[in-house]
């Protein structure tokens, strides 16, 4: 029985609320603050209709460190649940330390002039938690999250060491737009329009975005091309498994998407540099992003499935050689909606969100300081997931992808 303050009202904290409220025994009292405060009402009224349960619902600006501070103070969780963006991360966290509570969230930090997706930031916050008695917990979306929760899984079940390990993300799911982004258009395309990195013998190799493209048969959706691009747990997979040869990270995207991007990039549309416009700066690719369609607003008209895991290859823990391993999940971006309103990349976040909430809130995930998913037991985690609404599939491959 547990209180959790959750802080944004898009699609994957709209997911996760819903998924809280259909846990009662976990989260026994939920607050949900965001910078507009409609959008909770929203979210609030939906999970009313759909659960019965309330959602009590506030204002802040969560870069306001005071100001969530007070909030923390008055409400009095155990848990701050951040769903708002990464530029939040750094001010979310000197809150909790402040207020001296808990916190996870599913993106790391990363600041507004640069497109940077790194973890020193909110790693070097580790000896502060550990003295305040507290926990962090990092990136427990499914990318990050249960693509690093999926690697430990089989580093404890299947394989002793990890040698190369492939992270694939496909969304074969169509939502009838020319170009639309699955979550947030603003983080969407800086990640994807950013160099592409991957860790090959002990270091980071840079190539040029969208450079490397491979065809891939996904189990559920066909046939999709996909490109290598760098992803935040990348970095945290090869700290905490540092046998790693190589470590690679694959998205699909569509012809029209690829399309869109390249022309948006030529003109300068992606930029995230300031241009004066009419006397005031602004910025071209949050301009972008107010222009195209919010991601929250695709649920209805999504069709398709997403399937996103890890290909690991390396020595088997019985003894029997190398052996190549896949585990991946399967949603259905129809049934998502059904289920909570949103399609599967908010359903995908948000479902772990709150399944590393219930980890942390009944303490089967425990620790003084700053944690990556890595850190703790995969089993109880993905035991949950799989009960709500995730459920994975590992099967053994004939050998190493040839990719
Ligand atoms: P949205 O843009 O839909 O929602 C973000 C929410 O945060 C909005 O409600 C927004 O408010 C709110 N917000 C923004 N700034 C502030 C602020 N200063 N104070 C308070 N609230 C604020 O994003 P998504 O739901 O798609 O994504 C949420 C997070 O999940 C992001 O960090 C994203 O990177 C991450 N993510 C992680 C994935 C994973 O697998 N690990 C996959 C997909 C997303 P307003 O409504 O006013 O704009």
Redesign the pocket.
Known sequence: MSKVLV???????SVCVHKMAMNPDIFSQIHL????KS?CDAIAESVRQRTGQEVATYE????EVPAMVNLIRKLGPSLVVN??????DLPIMDACLEAGVDYL???NYEPKDEAKFEYKWQWAYHDRFREAGILALL?S?????VTSVFTMWLKKHKLKTIRQLDILDCNGGDHGQHFATN??PE?NIREVTAPARHWENGKWVESPAMGEKVEFQFEGVGSKNMYMMYHEELESLAKFNPELERARFWMTFGDEYIKHLTVLQNVGMTRIDPVKYQGRDIIPLQFLAAVLP???TLGETTKGKTNIGVIATGEALDGSGEKTFYINNICDHEDAYEETGNQA??Y??GV?AMVGSAMVLQRKWAGDGVFNMEEFDPDPFLEMLGEQGLPWNVKELDGPVDF
């Open positions: 802080i944004g009202a898009g699609g994957v904290s603050a965001s910078r507009t959008k802040i600006d969560a870069e769903l708002a963006l990464p530029y939040q969230d599913t993106a990136g979306g499914f990318d990050p999250g979550f947030n983080i919010q991601p929250e990349v908010s995908t976040t772990p």
